[in-house]
């Protein structure tokens, strides 16, 4: 089955800097892998959403990619700011007609003022 | 306007009870889900529900039953609660089915005693 790994351990950055939040997934290849972003006490909240056969999707500061050779997913976010401290989720989904997403367990990015 | 909202937002009950929580959409989708995030974070699909016909039932014991009434709701009844029940409960929605990107719940905090 699919197993998804995300960095375990809680990732700890200066206010400005960029932060890299990594996701790495074994077996098949995801048609599409999403992130989400979750505060304590809140569900996950869509951020972005790239498709295997796309290399890389921008949303204002936030930056994804995808490397099927490597089965990894990389997520930036530039000049970071204490108000993007919270727990990011990846999740990928086979394709077909089911929608079922597996999530990884997520990084805990706290960025520091 | 709460976009997926579900109640209560806290369940504390007995070893052996019976309990549900209600979820509902306003966003006129036709999908909905209930996802179950355990003390590590872990967020795990249980059910999905696509115009109130079951499409996804993962390996999740009989004492959980969902019920669709109408494509707005979306409830989970739990019989015979066990200590292991445990967990956060989320119900999301999204448009349809595949390639999409999924709406949640705030969560219901269920503490079995």
């Known amino acids: 089955s699919q197993k998804i790994e995300q960095n375990s351990e809680a990732l700890n950055i200066q206010e400005g800097k960029t932060a890299t939040l990594t996701c790495n997934y074994t077996?098949?290849?995801?048609?599409?892998l999403q992130w989400y972003r979750q505060d304590p006490g809140r569900g996950p909240v869509f951020l972005l959403l790239i498709r295997e056969n796309e290399k890389e999707k921008r949303k204002e500061r936030l930056k994804v990619t995808f490397d099927t050779t490597l089965k990894q997913s990389l997520f930036h976010i530039t000049a970071s700011q204490p108000a993007d401290s919270a727990t990011y989720l990846c999740a990928l989904e086979r394709g077909g007609a089911t929608n079922k997403l597996i999530f990884g367990t997520g990084t805990l990015l706290a960025v520091q003022p | 306007d709460t976009a997926v909202s579900q109640t209560p937002k806290y369940l504390v009950t007995q070893m052996g009870n019976d309990k549900s929580i209600k979820c509902e959409q306003n966003?006129?989708?036709?999908?909905m889900y209930w996802y179950k995030q355990d003390s590590k974070k872990f967020l795990k699909i249980m059910f999905s529900?696509?115009?109130?016909?079951?499409?996804i039932n993962e390996t999740v014991p009989n004492r959980f039953s969902p019920k669709s009434p109408d494509k707005a709701h979306l409830n989970l009844h739990i019989n015979s609660l066990e200590l292991g029940d445990s967990a956060v409960y989320f119900c999301a929605s999204s448009q349809g089915i595949g390639n999409e990107k999924l709406f949640f719940g705030s969560g219901t905090q269920l503490s079995v005693l």
């Open positions: 966003l006129g989708h036709d999908t």
């Open positions: 529900y696509n115009n109130k016909e079951l499409i």
């Open positions: 077996n098949y290849s995801p048609a599409y």
